[in-house]
């Protein structure tokens, strides 16, 4: 290899690792910011659904409750119950079938009529839980006696006595249409993604394929958790092998979870498809960049070329002339070493820069003003209500001036501890300044964001940050749209509440009240 060779060979390198680094980090960064964003979709929507179905939930059993009420007086008369139970059904649409049973579980009653159940005892765990308890009850979905795979939700009916007469029940046919349809089958996305509801135990009881209706879900991680009450955000695989990016969340009033998702790849396929465009309009540049390196390699490899001549003559007239004249392409060479150097010094700055973006205040470990900035605005994108705390250490200066500069430095750790223990899931700890932290809530008004800020102020008053005696906050409170309108004027009354703690005495909690 000439030197020609080598000078182009690293300047290419030179060139085109920083590029290739620099693309690669971009694909990362916006390949994460689409799989937060999906998963945080799923999650919303996840939610909102499970809400619709609680709700439903909630109102049919008010309608079966209602119904039975007033079958009381109605138990001997089977034309009226037959009335009853077709009135229901077909009145709140909220169930399939409508039974209606004595205390033994004989059918009195049913609509449709198809069914073919009246006089027939029923033998179903259900029926059997519900005579026995006396309760209401939301069964876990099971096969009935007319080969239906049902839920049913059961009301008692009880003389005014208490006496218990029977009971009336509301069927959902888990594989026919039903409310559940209604609810959930229109999804926001038409790309392949797709939700389904299981029950506590992770038996699917709502699902776009029916075949898959009854079948019990193992190895999920968003089952496992929504069936134990959690809500949250994961990656998994479903039952096809896809990986898919899922948002999920309970049912509080019947345990069930309902579990959003979309296909990974789908997800990124915008991300490819930019990142291919990006590529190919690229390449002509790196065409001619080739070209025009190639072009300076053999201007430089001259002047090199022309002192190992002179070294080879060195006994002819002028070499010493040419020599001395070469010692300056030296310093040239010297230049380009520092070119290189600037090069990389850029790509570093570019890493810098992405440093930068990082949201995590480095000593404390809470959110920096960047990460508060940004979760603000999603919360008012989302049109969600939030509480903001504004706190700073009183007499933080005797504390650095008195122990140094280090102890102040753990008594701020030990500050960012002690906000992140009384910090919910969806609260958002952050450091703004030296010894000045807010303490972002979502979803709180003022009144319950002061018993937050009451309750970590006396956590740190009592707290032991040995080597130093004691240390105490002052805590200001506001919110968004409680207190204003204006985001901003949020955040400045809040510190302007702080400040009225201090003059106050410092070590209290004030509340901005907007005037009348």
Same mark, same amino acid.
């Given at each position: ?64 409750? %209602?119904?039975? /009420?007033?079958?009381?007086?109605? @138990? ?38 198809? $069914? ?36 049913? @939700? ?7 006595? !208490? ?5 009336? =029940? ?14 959930? =089958? ?19 009881? %709502? ?10 879900? &193992? ?12 809500? !949250? ?7 096809? !092998? ?18 959003? /998702? ?12 930019? *990142? ?41 007239? =002028? ?10 392409? %030296? ?8 070119? *290189?150097? $600037? ?73 960012? *501890? ?20 807010? $303490? ?12 937050? &800020? ?32 204006? #985001? ?16 106050? !005495?410092?070590?209290?909690?004030? #509340? %901005?009240?907007?005037?009348?």
């Amino acid at each position: 290899m000439d030197l020609r060779k080598l000078i182009l060979a690293l300047a290419l390198l030179g060139a085109f690792i920083p590029f290739a680094k620099t693309l690669h980090a971009s694909y990362q960064v916006q390949r994460q910011q689409l799989l937060d964003s999906t998963l945080e979709s799923n999650l919303a929507y996840a939610t909102k659904l499970a809400k619709s179905t609680d709700d439903f939930v909630q109102s049919a059993q008010l309608q079966l409750d %209602y119904t039975a /009420q007033l079958l009381v007086d109605e @138990m001997d008369d089977p034309a009226r119950l037959d009335t009853e139970a077709a009135r229901l059904r077909l009145t709140s649409k909220s169930f399939n079938s409508i039974v209606i049973f004595d205390n033994t579980g004989k059918v009195l009653a049913t609509s449709p009529e198809t $069914l073919q159940l009246q006089g027939k005892v029923l033998a179903s765990a259900a029926v059997r839980e519900s005579i026995r308890t006396r309760q209401p009850l939301i069964s876990r979905p099971y096969l009935s006696a007319a080969g239906n795979f049902i839920v049913l @939700m059961v009301s008692p009916i009880r003389d005014p006595r !208490g006496g218990f007469l029977g009971a009336i =029940g509301g069927a959902i046919h888990l594989q026919k249409e039903n409310i559940l349809d209604r609810l959930l =089958g229109q999804h926001f996305y038409h790309d392949g993604s797709y939700l389904y509801v299981v029950d506590s135990e992770g038996r699917i009881i %709502y699902h776009p394929d029916l075949s898959r209706i009854g079948k019990v879900v &193992a190895g999920n991680q968003a089952v496992d958790d929504v069936t134990r009450g959690g809500s !949250g955000t994961a990656s998994i695989v479903n039952s096809k !092998g896809k990986v898919m990016l899922a948002g999920y969340a309970p049912v509080a009033a019947t345990g069930w979870g309902v579990i959003a /998702q979309r296909p990974r790849d789908v997800t990124l396929a915008p991300l490819t498809s930019l *990142m291919r465009t990006v590529f190919v309009k690229t390449l002509p540049l790196a065409l001619v960049t080739v070209l025009l390196l190639w072009w300076c390699a053999r201007i430089i490899a001259h002047p090199l070329r022309m002192l190992a001549y002179g070294a080879r003559n060195m006994d002819q007239p =002028g070499t010493s002339q040419r020599i001395r004249s070469v010692r300056s392409w %030296y310093f040239e060479s010297r230049e380009l070493k520092k070119a *290189m150097l $600037l090069g990389i010094g850029l790509f570093q700055k570019s890493i810098s820069k992405l440093r930068e973006d990082v949201n995590t205040d480095p000593l404390t470990g809470l959110g920096n003003r960047r990460h508060l900035q940004a979760r603000v605005q999603e919360l008012q994108e989302r049109a969600t209500p939030f509480a903001v705390v504004s706190l700073d250490i009183d007499h933080f200066k005797r504390v650095n001036d008195t122990w140094g500069h280090d102890v102040g430095d753990l008594v701020l750790k030990q500050l960012a *501890m002690h906000m992140q223990d009384i910090s919910r899931v969806d609260d958002a700890p952050c450091r703004v300044g030296g010894e000045e932290f807010v $303490l972002l809530l979502p979803g709180a008004s003022v009144a319950s964001a002061a018993q937050v &800020a009451e309750r970590l102020r006396l956590q740190i008053e009592r707290a032991n940050m040995a080597p130093v005696d004691r240390v105490t906050v002052s805590l200001g409170v506001s919110a968004w749209p409680e207190s204003s309108q204006d #985001i901003a004027t949020v955040f400045k009354t809040a510190d302007e509440m702080l400040y009225v703690a201090k003059r106050g !005495g410092r070590n209290r909690v004030e #509340i %901005y009240t907007p005037p009348a």
